[in-house]
């Protein structure tokens, strides 16, 4: 079993900074692209920025130039570094990442349970 385990969301105010942190545990043999998506209520699930296994990164256009993702691959991590946040930057989080486990040895995408931030005006 996979588990993505999310932390770092909150509450802050607008030209604030959050950092988030994604955690992959279990029968995990190698991690390819990890993103983060966020979801705001009755709209879709976007992704926010990709990192992939050589931390080659994109970003979507409204974050571009205010969040850094980046990863620790030694400890199966993915970070999410959200400055200058705005009001519409507010929704739940979801890390998301493709995993390569034992035992059956074939990539699948997992995600975690989602964090919530809040920007404040």
């Known amino acids: 079993q996979v588990q993505l385990v999310e932390s770092g969301g909150g509450l802050v105010q607008a030209g604030g900074s959050l950092r988030l942190s994604c955690v992959a545990s279990?029968?995990?043999?190698?991690?390819?692209?990890m993103a983060w998506y966020r979801q705001a209520p009755e709209k879709q699930r976007d992704v926010v920025a990709l990192i992939t296994k050589s931390s080659i990164t994109n970003y979507a256009d409204s974050v571009k130039g205010r969040f850094t993702i980046s990863r620790d691959n030694a400890k199966n991590t993915v970070y999410l570094q959200m400055n200058s946040l705005k009001p519409e930057d507010t929704a739940t989080y979801y890390c998301n990442a493709d995993i390569l486990t034992t035992p059956t040895f074939r990539y699948r995408e997992y995600w975690g349970q989602g964090t919530q931030v809040t920007v404040s005006s």
């Open positions: 279990g029968s995990i043999l190698n991690i390819n692209n």
